[in-house]
């Protein structure tokens, strides 16, 4: 069922520096692309969302980049912060909300 | 304003047992999706409500159903649990009728299957 493939499976980075984790989907009909964090014990949260009809969105410290052709996007978190310090999923959808599919998540961990 | 709740939090079942979770989405929202999420992966799609009915529905078997009340609240049912039905149960609500509401999830049901 799992058509989002997230790499890697862990990262850690100084503070400070920048995080990258990657995407790639095969379905071609997603039209939404959202990444979500997830502390232990807790659910995923909506971190930050993009379309197929931009290459870039960013909010903050965070950026999506986003390659149509190659069917690929990607999150940067800049200046990592240790409460980053969390799990992060991409995730794609036909249609918003409806049958979300997730990669397996990375596992953050921004040391001090 | 609460966010999504779900109940209970943890719960431990032996094989062949049934169980009933539970999940009252945000205020406001009329849709609730529910997902189940191994340890160390990603949350996969069991099945969505809306209007009292299953909307859309995952690659899971019969054995999981669930359930939508005239106040939106859902239930999850699962029967004849097998120990690869240890997972963690999320529950997510959204807003059908606005397409902009975020997917917002509860914290969750763990079920242990021993």
């Known amino acids: 069922q799992q058509q989002v493939k997230q790499s890697p499976q862990s990262l850690i980075v100084q503070k400070g520096g920048i995080s990258i984790i990657n995407c790639a989907y095969e379905?071609?009909?997603?039209?939404?692309f959202p990444w979500y964090q997830q502390f232990p014990g807790k659910g995923p949260a909506l971190l930050i969302a993009i379309r197929p009809d931009v290459s870039e969105k960013k909010e903050g410290r965070f950026t999506i980049s986003f390659n149509k052709s190659a069917k690929q996007f990607s999150l940067h978190i800049m200046d990592s912060q240790p409460g980053d310090s969390a799990t992060y999923f991409c995730a794609a959808s036909l249609n918003d909300n409806n049958d979300m599919r997730f990669g397996a998540g990375t596992r953050l961990t921004v040391k001090p | 304003d609460a966010g999504v709740t779900q109940s209970p939090t943890h719960l431990i079942k032996t094989r062949g047992q049934q169980v009933t979770l539970r999940c009252s989405p945000k205020?406001?929202?009329?849709?609730v999706s529910w997902y189940q999420q191994a340890l160390g992966q990603g949350p996969q799609f069991i099945f969505q409500?809306?209007?009292?009915?299953?909307?859309q529905r995952g690659n899971f078997p019969d054995r999981f159903s669930g359930h939508q009340f005239p106040n939106y609240s859902s239930e999850l049912n699962v029967n004849a649990l097998l120990l690869g039905d240890s997972a963690l149960y999320l529950c997510a609500s959204s807003s059908l009728r606005s397409s902009n509401e975020k997917l917002f999830f509860g914290s969750g049901t763990q079920l242990s299957v021993l």
């Open positions: 379905n071609t009909a997603f039209d939404y």
């Open positions: 205020s406001g929202h009329d849709t």
């Open positions: 409500y809306y209007e009292e009915e299953e909307r």
